[in-house]
């Protein structure tokens, strides 16, 4: 029995690639400011739930315990026609579209009409939740069209051809005074700053049209140009110390050319943000996007992400992305863009039933906690050699988080680190097939990470 025992080891270490790391707390890069989400569209079906069944949800999104998000966009909503005169009557929900979730609330139904400041009740029921719980939140507000009776085709979901612009020429006035309204308003009313505020959400893609599945709005890089003059000026205008956040392109190379055409134009110093989605983006770009706005010395949010997939895999795939993000691009903030989808545990954080009854928490949440329950804002990121790892130093130095991935559905990772002389494991944490952000025990100094599994280790320095 020795010798069989022995031969297991022996062929463990041959199947298991050990990996050696060394991590140095003084090679920093940037600091983390915090991980957020999208109040679009999951808050405006759970805003409904009793207050017992809300409440244990919005624990679950801010507590440090819990996800420990701390960065939150308030989705300021376009609705559409009552009359349902340019579109089919809720064509979001229909065949191809996102559902009556996507059927969003205007706070005014045309130019001469009064705020009803009564609307979207259910999402700004979970905003002032999360104010109430998270007294350091940070908000953003943003809006994935113009109000429909600002727009060419009378649709908010846009035009009549999805490339081209959907906001009328004569109303870029009335929209910057709308978003600035509505800022105004939650400041004034509730107590909520939003610290930037966006007005466009991938405006130069060809996603949007007339009749289409979700709001959405073209805005040709000139016209974005022009709506930043216009916005920023009404902010300065207002009484507000809200800055203009731009532009949440899908792809990252878009947002390259955004920046530079924003630059050569002279608009940059109107930019309090820069907010980028990586649905798409190398390694390359995202290096580059990083560089430039260092350079220009604008603060970097990665504000949108997701991705499909099935099962654990997609989720740790999904990691992967948030791991190149952080390494390559460097955002002071990481957004998610759903928290609540369902019957579906990829593009969610919890996955509720089709009656958005029922809620659990899925496994892409607990591979999320490993990252922002750990990692909170204030700790700065740490230049590591793991390409499928992150480590960060707390604002004091004395404590150090590495957190790592294997993705793989077959092999195992085997994984030692090399760290200062006096530092001490404190814990570690794993998600995998049979575990959801556990604690487990970590015999000697090697970190073992299943197939398919998501580890992170705290050090005290």
């Known amino acids: 029995m020795r010798y069989l025992s022995l031969s297991l080891v022996l062929l463990f270490a041959l199947l298991c690639k050990a990996e050696t790391y060394s991590i140095d707390p003084s090679r920093q890069t940037h600091e983390c400011g915090g991980w957020g989400v999208s109040l679009a569209w999951w808050a405006a079906q759970c805003g409904k739930w009793p207050e017992e069944q809300l409440d244990s949800l919005v ?24 009359a349902w005169t340019n579109c089919d009557p809720h064509h979001f929900s229909m065949p191809g579209g996102k559902g009556l979730r996507a059927e969003m609330e205007v706070f005014k139904d045309g130019a001469d009409e009064d705020y009803n400041w009564n609307r979207d009740e259910a999402q700004r029921r979970v905003l002032l939740m999360i104010h109430e719980k998270r007294p350091d939140a940070v908000f953003e507000a943003f809006a994935n069209s113009a109000p429909w009776w600002m727009t060419v085709s009378g649709c908010s979901a846009g035009a009549a051809k999805s490339t081209d612009d959907n906001l009328s020429p004569t109303m870029y006035s009335d929209f910057a005074n709308f978003l600035v309204d509505v800022c105004t308003h939650f400041e004034e009313e509730y107590g909520i700053h939003f610290s930037t505020l966006d007005p466009f959400n991938e405006p130069m893609t060809d996603y949007w049209y007339q009749n289409g599945s979700q709001e959405g709005c073209h805005f040709s890089v000139d016209s974005q140009i022009e709506m930043v003059r216009i916005l920023a000026a009404a902010l300065d205008d207002s009484e507000l110390e809200t800055r203009v956040s731009v532009p949440d392109e899908t792809s990252v190379a878009q947002a390259i050319q955004d920046i530079q055409a924003y630059r050569k134009a002279g608009v940059l110093p109107l930019v309090g943000q820069w907010n980028t989605h990586t649905y798409k983006g190398t390694q390359k770009e995202k290096a580059k996007l990083a560089a430039l706005c260092d350079t220009l010395g604008i603060r970097l949010w990665q504000s949108e992400t997701g991705d499909g997939g099935r099962g654990l895999m997609g989720n740790l795939r999904m990691a992967q992305r948030l791991v190149d993000d952080i390494r390559y691009l460097r955002p002071a903030v990481w957004c998610d863009w759903q928290y609540v989808e369902q019957n579906y545990d990829q593009w969610s954080l919890v996955t509720a039933d089709k009656d958005w009854a029922h809620y659990s928490r899925n496994n ?5 906690s490993h990252f922002s329950r750990f990692v909170p804002a204030g700790y700065r990121w740490l230049d590591i050699a793991d390409s499928q790892g992150l480590a960060a130093v707390s604002p004091d130095g004395a404590r150090l988080v590495y957190v790592t991935i294997n ?11 090399a760290l200062p002389d006096g530092t001490q494991l404190q814990a570690v944490y794993r998600t995998s097939q049979r575990e959801h952000c556990q604690q487990v025990s970590a015999e000697g100094e090697a970190l073992d990470l299943p197939p398919m599994s998501i580890i992170t280790a705290i050090y005290s320095l």
């Open 407 to 417: 993705v793989s559905p077959r092999d195992e990772r085997r994984v030692t680190l």
């Open 59 to 82: 624990d679950w999104l801010v507590s440090p315990d819990g996800l420990n998000y701390s960065v939150f966009r308030y989705n300021i909503g376009a609705g559409d026609d009552p």
């Open 364 to 368: 892409n949440y607990y591979v999320r």
